[in-house]
């Protein structure tokens, strides 16, 4: 895959965690309902917790956008996606779009996973 489809991909992956972390700050109550009830009584205030998970999602937006050992934000995008989208199921008219998201954050993890497992890959030279 060349650089720019790369990046790309990384702008498409990162927007659908960037918009989300502006949105619980700026509406957080419009957000509450799609984050899983086991989630919500966990002991954290609900305040609190909006703003856990929007710097969850700024970070992950970030780092994928930087590029850097994007193998590891691009697997736990995917398992976040997919586990929205598991948690959320009753509301699929609404998550559908994560799995495709998750393709994309997997397709990600995937063509950059020699980052990870390079050391273990690697052929072993006899002495």
């Known amino acids: 895959m060349s650089k720019t489809s790369n990046f790309l991909l990384r ?3 990162a927007f659908a965690f ?3 972390a502006y949105g619980f700050w700026t509406n957080p109550n419009d957000w509450l309902g799609y984050i ?4 919500r009584t966990i002991g954290f205030s ?3 917790l909006l703003m856990l998970i929007a710097g ?6 970030l780092w ?3 590029g850097w050992k994007i193998f590891l934000p ?3 995008a995917a398992t976040l996606l997919l586990a929205i989208v598991f948690f959320d199921f009753a509301n699929f008219e609404v ?3 994560d799995v495709s998201i998750a393709a994309i954050a997997i397709a990600l993890a995937i063509q950059n996973r020699h980052e990870v497992f390079k050391k273990m890959l690697a052929p072993k030279h006899a002495i």
């Open 11 to 13: 702008i498409a992956l």
């Open 18 to 20: 960037l918009y989300p």
């Open 36 to 39: 899983p009830l086991f989630v």
């Open 46 to 48: 609900q305040d609190v």
């Open 56 to 61: 969850l999602h700024l970070v992950l937006a």
């Open 64 to 66: 994928i956008l930087s």
């Open 74 to 76: 691009s697997a736990a």
């Open 95 to 97: 998550v559908f779009r």
